[in-house]
């Protein structure tokens, strides 16, 4: 039953019939020595986050004093939460609300500008596209560590570090999203429709926002979560650009007061802390991606790996 | 489409219709190149240019041509660090991704029971922050009250150390593989989906079992797929930053500050205020790594055209 769903879920659409769903074929059956590997394997993926999850719930003696992998006797999850939002003054729900403003606008901003491009090069075909496009494809490989030093030293230059806009711009071009995004939009948005609505009268944006976009519904959701996780998790350009703590994201954040911990002697309690954090930090993502599987999933499916 | 054939009819004044959709389509992707030129562009123009000069303490910024980029080339913290990306490259690379190509072949073929959890499980670490993954296997490597010391000492096998300096660098392959095999499993799973069924069909009128369709068939289908990943690994492992930078609190005396480039990168700039030299440095290491991944893909390139002529 569920590999009859999942196939569905992930080939989604067949557009043009080029792709047609396997059929399901009874002599496959289900080997266990697969199985165990498979789950073996799962849990080295687990472990981490099981320790963690049990972490979160010890004290800091408890965490020197009791078996890593198993629960203290006593539970102090709360405790440590109550530690966590009120530790410099409730410091870490700024960072949160910092992570979740930085991911989302540059993720949605990402998402619409690789679309609108992407749109444009399946569906038109105007002077220079394909030595524009070209271009893009280039640019995946240019390594941020090459970019975040300039782009730095221009944003002083502009008086824009320490401010959200240093995290937010830099996180807005996204080359394997237009990528992502053309190959997508070929698939999914049939040529005959955009003629269609030309005849009706629609000019090409409205053609765009009311047709394309609905369709590359799947595709925009894979490329806003790729971009939300980019953001979320990017440690490099915050640390380099911000320098005023409230502004600081989660990552910074965080790391700081693990620098904090390890490197004070007074400072014990803070392990918990750390440890609370970042239980509470990577939740939201988790949640997201389990939620929003089967869209990012059919995305992919559908246009993400073609040579 | 309409357009092409509009414009070949009048080559010299494209038509009304033609040329508004031509409009259209430049404003729309005006937005991305704008943010695209000041964002890639000129940093990457800008960095080329502060890396030609040199600021003295006495005498201020002045011209030195390439004198950085020869400084770098007989810098042995520059070499150090590159070679311990390569040696990164070399070997964590090819086990993440062999370990993803068989993950996605395995949940492919569907013989495994509760595979949908499984990939969503597996894929689960990539969601994990860089810094956080490292904090997190940082207490776990912990010689004190880490669980695999715990274990490691349970079992007898005394007190293992992961954050020396001998097995530091096997402990951060460690992070990484945790962290990326999941992402890179979906999209090759994702390939794996679509190959279209005739090609299984094939396979199996000519009696080829599990292993054999996977070598012959779903390996070589969704090549494109495997290259894009080493692509982004190559990219990945020459940038590693996160994870030196993080378990250089927990382990201070197995990272220097030059372990990789890109770490030695950021001391030079922001700790010893040396932005030219910094600047040379990064730019050198996005040449090694477009050079590199220019010749993954051109290995590719060429190992395609040789079997499109075999099979002619």
Redesign the interface.
Known sequence: M??LE??AI??GRTPRG??????Y?PQ????WL??I???A??A??????W??TV?STKDTSA???S???WFAPEFSFFDNLADLFTTRGGLFSRWMLNTVLYAGVSAIGAT???A??G???AK????G?SA?FSI?LG?????????????Y??FSRAGLTDTPWSII??S??S?FG?YLMRVYAADAIP?SLI?AARMDGA???RI?WQVGLRLMGPGLVTVFLFSL?GT??N??LPL?MLNSSELYP???G??QL??AA??GGGSQAVFST??TG?FV??LP??I???FL?RYW?SG???G???? | ????QTRAGATRRPSTATR???R??????L???V??V???V???V??GY?SLFERRLIGGESFVGLANYLRAFGDPNFWGGLGRVATFLVVQVPIMLG?ALF?AL??D????????S?R??????????????T???G??YGP????LA?IARAVGFGTPDFLSPQSILGSMMNIVT?EF??YNM??????L??I??EL?EAA?IDGAGQFRTAWSIKIPA????I??TV?FSV?GS??L??EPS?LN??APDAISNSFT??YY??NL??INQE?NY??AI??L??LV??VV??VVQLGEQRRERRERKGTA
């Not at chain 1, 640019?139 to 560590?145: G, K, N």
């Not at chain 1, 993400?304 to 040579?307: E, F, L, Q, S, Y």
């Not at chain 2, 979906?186 to 390939?191: C, P, Q």
């Open positions: 569920t590999s999942t196939r992930v080939t080029r792709r047609r769903p396997r059929p074929t496959r059956r289900r080997s697969l199985t590997v498979l789950w394997c799962v080295y993926f687990l472990l981490p986050l320790w963690l972490a965490l020197f004093s078996f890593g992998l619409l500008l690789a609108m491009a749109y444009a090069f038109y075909r105007f002077p596209s524009l893009t640019a995946i490989m240019i390594p941020l560590t090459a970019l975040a030093l300039p782009t030293l221009l711009i830099p807005l071009v080359p237009v040529d003629e000019g090409e944006f765009f996780v979320w998790n440690y490099f380099i989660i990552t910074v965080l790391a693990q620098a390890s490197a750390v440890i970042s930090s990577i993502l988790v997201a991606f389990l599987q999933q992919l499916g559908t993400g790996v073609k040579g | 489409m309409s357009t092409t508004r959709q031509h259209a389509a430049y404003l729309f992707v937005p991305f190149f943010v695209f000041a964002m890639l000129v940093p990457l800008y960095s502060l370990l993950f395995a949940l073929s569907g013989r495994a029971r509760g595979s949908r499984a969503l499980l597996i894929f689960m670490p990539y969601a994990v922050p860089a810094v956080i993954a904090l997190m296997w207490y776990l004190d009250f880490g669980p715990q945790w095999v999941g979906i999209i090759m799973y994702a390939a989906r679509a279209p069924a299984y199996e969704i090549r494109p797929a290259i894009l692509i990219i020459f940038q930053f996160n993080l609190a927990v480039p890109n990168a950021y700039a922001f932005l910094a600047s990064a730019f290491l996005g790594i477009a991944s220019y």
